[in-house]
């Protein structure tokens, strides 16, 4: 399973690439919003820190106008995977950037039958929101689980990224579930570190060693 920072923040995505963990990173206009920076900056500071898929949105919503930006974001680099909404519009321009070589992710996906329009038309990664569907009572891993069965079912290419991830059971789930890539906040990374028998069998370690006045070398 691939890690992904769902993150526009410099000092975030630097420190859990700093942990050896991560795969690649997911941005959208909400975050790139809250950082304040311009974007083709933002996006050059991130292409630093991480040699992975890097996914920056197109806010047209047109197919022609989404083509525009989708070959100006993919002319940055290699690496920039080009998130495009799942209407539409959107699935004309992912069929035009497949045929192209443009690696797509498409983008606030809330159904079976979006996901399966979604791989139809060539997307690289195709993103359920999960978080999102808890948040109005239908469970969004029920279509993780929807979505993984159809893919296998006929081989597609496409590769399900879990998004909108709002604790470490949703990793955990989606690890389970066979998910490609869980997108992960920052907070929720750091959250899959914690046991309370890590620390508590740390601090018993380390307070048994001093007793002992012990040395390691
Ligand atoms: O980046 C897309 C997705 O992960 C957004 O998550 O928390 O805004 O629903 P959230």
Redo the contacts with the bound molecule.
């Keep these: 399973m691939k890690f992904f920072i769902?993150s526009a923040n410099i000092d975030e995505i630097r420190e859990a690439a700093s942990l050896g963990i991560l795969d690649g990173v997911?941005t959208?206009p909400?975050?790139v919003a809250k950082e304040g920076k311009n974007f083709r900056q933002l996006l050059d500071e991130i292409l630093e820190l991480v040699n992975g898929p890097i996914s920056a949105e197109v806010v047209s919503t047109d197919r022609d106008g989404i083509l525009v930006e989708a070959r100006e974001l993919a002319a940055i680099h290699p690496n920039i995977v080009v998130k495009v909404p799942l209407i539409r519009e959107g699935l004309k321009a992912v069929r035009q950037l497949t045929d192209e070589g443009i690696k797509t992710n498409v983008?606030l996906c809330f159904s079976p039958t979006q996901a399966l329009l979604a791989a139809k038309a060539g997307a690289t990664y195709i993103?359920p929101?999960i978080?999102?569907l808890d948040d109005i009572s239908i469970d969004g891993m029920e279509l993780i689980q929807q979505i993984v069965t159809i893919y296998q079912n006929y081989n597609f290419g496409t590769q399900v990224l879990a998004?909108?991830?709002?604790h470490p059971l949703h990793v955990v789930q989606a690890a389970m579930m066979g998910a490609d890539v869980a997108?992960i906040?920052f907070k929720i990374i750091d959250m899959m570190f914690m046991h309370p028998l890590t620390e508590s069998g740390l601090q018993k370690f380390l307070d048994d060693w001093k007793k002992n006045e012990a040395k390691l070398v």
Excluded: K, M
């Design positions: 769902d997911t959208n909400s975050l983008t993103s929101f978080g999102r998004a909108s991830i709002r997108t906040p």
